[in-house]
């Protein structure tokens, strides 16, 4: 064991922050779920990948740096710590992505990564639907081979940043006869082809941060199955399994709203020791935080050394999503009455963007598997107890 | 940056592991609760000829001449079997404080404590009571601001029972006047020394406690069957069991940086340890709440063994510093001036 950062890793942490220090905007972009703030964000995408520090981990023929977890760690660490823009194209770049650098033919791969890289086509998650929320395997939109096309028709949901995303990703039903997770497909989809209608879905923030989408025989060529027909369930696993990992939420960005929190206690301190409570839950944040990223570097080190990620995975989802909703909660109880107040309003001073991290924390135990199922997998995977 | 044990000390673990399983079993802790002294010497025998009493030892004094971080995973096995002997006391806390008086005292009682044929034990102020004051050949006493060694000749000891019948606990007196091995700064020296590293072996042992229950618990909860099925499919019993797991699984790494960040001598080992002895205890301590719960009536028997490690767990929170204690020290270093926190800060900024 040695807690030392070395040359090379302490060298490539300058490279980054000069960098950023160089090119991250000064005045904050507006938020990407409005056409304005995602066409900014579109082109900040475009400029990381000029400087090659959009998409770190991946192979540096595809334009990425071959970083390995660590790496990407402290480049976490430099982004969140430079106040960067949010990625607009996360769902490519970090979940889509590797499932192509794996499934994918040499052609889907040059023909999508590098657009992705560049911000040019930005991506959308299509699996949810109605009737499959937590149970993916209810999925009903169906896609029927027809010569060398797909007919799809049905309906997804929820989908994050398909408003004014180019392409998604989801799992259809091939196999009209098929029940459950035999018989799915994974399909990319241009979202301009005819017969799709992309609904918005206002958020609680009251924009349009997700939406529904309705295929009306779209038809869509077979290059773009991604993995064999009926092999989708196993393909979309692959891109959960990195999203429940560790690439969804790095620590990075639980420290630095763990920091900004004390800060806030800090400044607040007189009226907010009025409830003795609030003192102690600052301190849990940090603790927690601190424990997020000494855990994952933990791991992250045992798989550089090729060690392998298992059910205890489905931890972390829980854990970075209850984390942000007390450190969130705590910071409501520091702003006290001016909490409820939006940034604009004339009298909320000091409140930062603590209102809007407040509501997008109410989601975190929610999307990407939501906390109660993570709870079973923890409980039949990682702990062995019994199904029925 | 490597944040893996090696293969040698996996290996010694798993094998430490094996030995206690086999031999600190509930039977033989149970039957020590019958004893007067509740200690076995043919236990702590054994333990010498493992090389375990003198792990810490410098091996110029005929131990191993190992570190904090080389002890933590055996410590969060001695937690997992309970061990009533003071083994983590010997390895964490005794050892290290004799090499850092050094002189004499330390070549007198290493190579004793090496061989198994002496137990030093030390009492701090911040603890009410000396644990397994009655079976050391010499107690190291914080008194004021020195600390002396004392001989058993030398004390009064005033036995106190605690919840959980494995601790033995003690208010010493001094009967004699003892002589002084550290005073001053010296003496404060040891005594924060010997904190952070007594409050880093009962982290480690939570670690191990709550894994315990967690193991003891499942398999309790797949065979007892209630409403036609095994309680463990129960979702409510399930999440009872993962919400342990979580906790469990996050506490870990700041244990082992801690004892990392003791063994390498970081000026952060302290606030290190307050940050895992807080999060050791919390895991242990809800695994000892939702352990109880979903053994039902069982769980608050004394015949089921689940309460050797749950009291066990109640006991380590509030000794070697309560969670006041830690969490004013994490206090002090996160609200001071000038605190370097958040990203890139946890292995560098401090
Ligand atoms: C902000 C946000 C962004 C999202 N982005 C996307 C996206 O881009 N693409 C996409 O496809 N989807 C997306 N989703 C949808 C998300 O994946 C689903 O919301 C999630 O899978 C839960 O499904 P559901 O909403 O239908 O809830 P339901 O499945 O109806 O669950 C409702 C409640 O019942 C509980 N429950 C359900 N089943 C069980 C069970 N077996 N055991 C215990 N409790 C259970 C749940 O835990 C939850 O508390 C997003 C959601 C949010 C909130």
């Known amino acids: 064991m040695d807690l030392t950062y070395t040359d090379k890793q302490n060298a490539f942490r300058e490279e980054v922050r000069s960098w950023l220090a160089a090119n991250v905007p000064a005045e904050a972009l507006q938020t990407f779920d409005t056409a304005e703030g995602f066409a900014a964000h579109r082109e900040w995408e475009a400029k990381l990948n000029e400087g090659r520090w959009g998409m770190v981990t991946w192979p540096e023929e595809l334009g990425g740096r071959a970083c390995d977890l660590i790496e990407w760690l402290i480049f976490e660490e430099e982004y969140y710590k430079a106040r960067a823009p949010l990625r607009v194209n996360q769902n490519g770049i970090f979940l889509l992505g590797p499932t192509l650098m794996e499934y994918g033919t040499e052609e889907q791969k040059a023909r999508i990564l590098p657009k992705m890289a560049n911000g040019e086509e930005v991506w959308a998650q299509g699996w949810s639907e109605p009737n499959a929320g937590s149970d993916m395997a209810a999925i009903r939109s169906t896609a029927r081979l027809e010569g060398d096309k797909y007919i799809i028709n049905g309906q997804k949901t929820w989908s994050t940043r398909a408003v004014w995303a180019d392409w998604c990703f989801g799992m259809f039903r091939t196999d009209p006869d098929s029940q459950r997770h035999r018989g799915l497909t994974f399909i990319l989809v241009p979202l301009n082809t005819p017969g799709i209608t992309v609904r918005p879905i206002p958020q609680l923030d009251g924009l349009p941060g997700f939406a529904e989408i309705f295929f009306d025989n779209v038809e869509v060529g077979v290059e773009n199955r991604l993995g064999d027909e009926g092999a989708g369930w196993s393909v979309a696993m692959a891109t959960a399994g990195f999203e429940r990992g560790l690439m969804l939420r790095s620590p990075a960005r639980f420290q630095e709203t763990a920091r900004r929190l004390v800060e806030l206690y800090r400044e607040n301190q007189a009226t907010a020791d009025s409830d003795p409570a609030v003192r102690d839950a600052v301190m849990r944040a940090y603790l927690d935080a601190e424990s997020y990223c000494l855990t994952t570097y933990q791991t992250a080190c045992r798989l550089n050394k090729g060690g392998k990620i298992g059910a205890e995975s489905s931890t972390n989802k829980i854990f970075w999503s209850e984390l942000d909703q007390n450190m969130h909660a705590t910071a409501m109880s520091i702003l006290g009455a001016r909490a409820e107040l939006l940034p604009h309003a004339p009298d909320a001073q000091g409140v930062g963007n603590w209102l809007d991290g407040w509501l997008f924390a109410q989601s975190g135990p929610i999307y990407a598997g939501t906390n109660e199922v993570q709870r079973n997998i923890i409980a039949e995977r990682m702990l062995g107890m019994p199904r029925k | ?350």
Request: aromatic letters at 6%.
């Open chain 2, 1 to 350: 940056m490597d944040f893996t044990f090696s293969e040698d000390q996996l290996l010694f673990q798993e094998s430490v592991k094996d030995f206690l399983v086999k031999e600190v079993t509930p039977e033989r802790i149970r039957a020590g609760w019958e004893t007067d002294n509740g200690r076995d010497s043919s236990l702590w025998q054994q333990l010498a000829e493992l090389g375990l009493t003198g792990l810490t030892v410098p091996e110029a004094h005929g131990g191993l001449g190992m570190n904090e971080l080389d002890f933590v995973l055996l410590a969060q096995e001695c937690g997992y079997v309970a061990l009533p002997e003071p083994l983590v006391h010997t390895a964490m806390v005794a050892v290290p404080m004799l090499g850092q008086i050094g002189g004499e005292l330390a070549d007198h009682w290493l190579p004793k404590i090496a061989a198994g044929e002496a137990k030093v034990i030390v009492g701090l102020e911040q603890n009410l009571l000396v644990e397994d004051a009655h079976v050391a050949d010499l107690l190291l006493l914080q008194r004021g601001a020195s600390i002396v060694a004392a001989t058993p000749e030398q004390v009064e000891l005033r036995h106190n029972e605690s919840v959980d019948p494995s601790r033995k606990l003690y208010a010493v007196e001094l009967s004699d006047s003892a002589a002084a091995v550290a005073e001053g700064e010296q003496a404060q020296a040891l005594v924060t020394g010997a904190m952070d590293r007594g409050a880093l072996g009962c982290a480690a042992q939570a670690l191990g406690l709550a894994q315990r229950m967690v193991d003891i618990s499942v398999q309790y909860t797949s065979e007892r069957q209630q409403f036609g099925q095994a309680i463990g499919a129960f979702q409510a019993v399930k999440h009872h069991m993962a919400n342990v797991a979580v906790s469990l699984e996050y506490a870990r790494a700041p244990v082992h940086r801690a004892a990392y960040s003791v063994a390498a001598g970081e000026p952060i080992a302290s606030h290190a340890v307050s940050h895992a002895k807080l999060v050791a205890c919390d895991a242990a301590n809800l695994a000892a709440k939702n352990c109880i719960q979903v053994h039902g009536a069982m769980g608050y028997t004394w015949e089921v063994d689940l309460h050797i490690f749950m009291k066990k767990a109640w006991a380590l929170a509030n000794t070697w510093g309560d969670a006041g204690y830690h969490k004013t020290r994490i206090g002090e270093h996160i609200f001071a001036e000038g605190a370097v926190l958040g990203a890139g800060a946890t292995f560098q900024g401090m």
